[in-house]
């Protein structure tokens, strides 16, 4: 196994075969997680039906989503892997490979058809994009590619703080991003917040465990700046999801190239379908995949 950064940069030009390959996309670990899908993340608590059938239609749009959380090990990697499943079958899924990447994506991969997936945003490995590569990969954003990618950030503010001082981003960039998620991860009801708080049971097992996508926001212009009104805020006290999508129906329904009439059909159908595979035990990855192609397929 490579474990040096070096051993995994690329030894020539890259092609869409080399880039549809995850390239150490989760970090160095001694053993990677174990991968869920959408259905077992919803059967944990994390998000709801209603919020994975949403961001099914997000994503399937190719539309840019960053998650975020301030604590390692709270599910961003995880969920972000989950969603690859609903990108339609025409789009190519790009594994931006770290400081080693070269951007030859950009020269070989027509961005309306493209997909950039960054493992994460961060100068803590060099499997991960920082710096200038980072900046760079935003400013490709607006060829028409999108982006799944997670940060270390306890809010949505300091996620845009983030971009906007450490990677020289402006508003015109940020507006490539379509929804910012806030997770959080909680042993028992405290709330973990910083690095050294993380529990050493958390490592091993997940019943005191429970990670949560606290607050989903939109992000579009506003003048020289940007907004990021929230879609949907988790209650700690009932442990539930609660979606407020009416007042941004006509604004998701144009991000996924949607009527509102066909956008809330689509939401309605995705979360039934969710909710039956549930019903049905079909919980792994590798049979969530199958289920989903043959659902596109009927």
């Known amino acids: 196994m490579a474990r040096h950064w070096r051993d995994l940069a690329p030894q020539g030009p890259l092609g869409p075969a080399d880039y ?16 869920m899908s959408i259905v077992e993340i919803v059967e944990a608590g994390t998000v709801s039906p209603r919020m994975a059938a949403l961001l099914w239609v997000l994503i399937e749009a190719r539309r840019s989503i960053v998650l975020a959380s301030e604590p390692p090990m709270s599910g ?23 400081l080693s990447e070269t951007f030859d994506y950009a ?12 493992n994460e945003l961060s100068s803590h490995l ?12 935003f400013r490709t954003l607006s060829d028409g590619f999108g982006l799944g990618t997670t940060l270390h950030a306890d809010d949505v503010a300091e996620v845009l703080d983030q ?3 450490e990677l020289d981003l402006g508003a015109a960039d940020l507006a490539h991003i379509d929804v910012i998620g806030i997770m959080r991860t909680l042993a028992g009801s405290i709330a973990i917040k910083g690095h050294d708080d993380v529990p050493p049971e958390m490592r091993y097992g997940r019943d005191a465990i429970r990670r949560r996508l606290v607050s989903l926001h939109l992000v579009r212009r506003s003048g020289d700046g940007i907004d990021t009104p929230s879609v949907s805020e988790w209650d700690a006290a009932a442990d539930e999801h609660r979606i ?21 059909d689509a939401l309605l159908q995705r979360e039934t379908f969710l909710r039956q595979l549930a019903e ?19």
């Open 20 to 35: 549809a390959q995850p390239y150490a996309w989760w970090g160095w670990h001694w053993s990677p997680p174990v991968p």
């Open 76 to 98: 961003k990697t995880t969920l972000l892997s989950s969603l690859v499943v609903f990108l339609a079958a025409d789009t190519q899924p790009v594994f931006v490979r770290g």
């Open 107 to 118: 020269r070989i991969i027509d961005p309306k058809r493209g997909y950039l997936l960054v």
């Open 126 to 137: 060099p499997v991960y994009l920082w710096g200038a590569k980072a900046t760079r990969m």
């Open 163 to 165: 971009l906007r001082t």
């Open 244 to 264: 407020a999508l009416d007042p941004h129906l006509d604004d998701i329904a144009k991000r996924t190239a949607r009527s509102v009439a066909e956008l809330c």
């Open 280 to 298: 049905r035990g079909v919980r792994r990855p590798a049979a969530v995949l199958d289920a989903i192609a043959a659902y596109r397929g009927a």
